[in-house]
T-cell receptor, first 114, second 111 residues
């Protein structure tokens, strides 16, 4: 199916464990983004990527690692999960043409760190 | 830090009434966008207004932009129960590739 998919949708892990959230899009969009959503903070940008092998930090990158070896995939890794990383994570993408336009979002990955 | 701040944080109205949400931002923008998020779902793009535009319509949605006041409003006319959701404004600054989101307005339509 065309679109942007995230996996897993729900994840419970323990402090100190490594967790990887996957994001896959089928539009060949050049830009991909990871946001986290927390009550009272709205959506905050963690990392983004303008193309394969090009990534850059957002507003809250500490504790997260990303890679983009293929245009369609943009995994987000929490190398050593902390309770403060309990959140809902959204992946988004957009094309790279013209004015910065609309983002297309995945359904989110709800992560709980115990 | 948040660029956009929505007001009010929460709004409840009767079905059929109009709903107005406001967004204020801090720095000059290239464009401003509005998104809707249904409970437990991802965000969905509603409308984009460029910095040189003052008003835009899409179906029952009307968006205004006042760059002198650094503010925007989203009007939903003839509200329906299905409009119950959170609404976010997002801004794009000149020379920036990123969208910065506000904290959202939670809209509840009472049948």
């Amino acid at each position: 199916d065309a679109g942007i998919t995230q996996s897993p949708r729900y994840k419970i892990t323990e402090t100190g464990r490594q967790v990887t959230l996957m994001c896959h899009q089928t539009w060949s969009h050049s830009y991909m983004f990871w946001y986290r959503q927390d009550l009272g903070h709205g959506l905050r940008l963690i990392y983004y990527s303008a193309a394969a092998d090009i990534t850059d930090k957002g507003e809250v990158p500490d504790g997260y690692v990303v890679s983009r070896s293929k245009t369609e995939n943009f995994p987000l890794t929490l190398e050593s999960a902390t309770r403060s990383q309990t959140s809902v994570y959204f992946c988004a993408s957009r094309d790279g043409m013209g004015i910065t336009g609309e983002l297309f979002f995945g359904e989110g990955s709800r992560l709980t760190v115990l | 830090s948040q660029q956009g701040e929505e007001d009010p944080q929460a709004l409840s109205i009767q079905e059929g009434e109009n709903a107005t949400m406001n967004c204020s931002y801090k720095t000059s923008i290239n464009n401003l966008q509005w998104y809707r998020q249904n409970s437990g779902r991802g965000l969905v793009h509603l409308i984009l207004i460029r910095s040189n535009e003052r008003e835009k319509h899409s179906g029952r949605l009307r968006v205004t932009l006042d760059t002198s006041k650094k503010s925007s409003s989203l009007l939903i006319t003839a509200s329906r129960a299905a409009d119950t959701a959170s609404y976010f404004c997002a801004t794009v600054n000149f020379g920036n590739e990123k969208l910065t989101f506000g904290t959202g307005t939670r809209l509840t339509i009472i049948p």
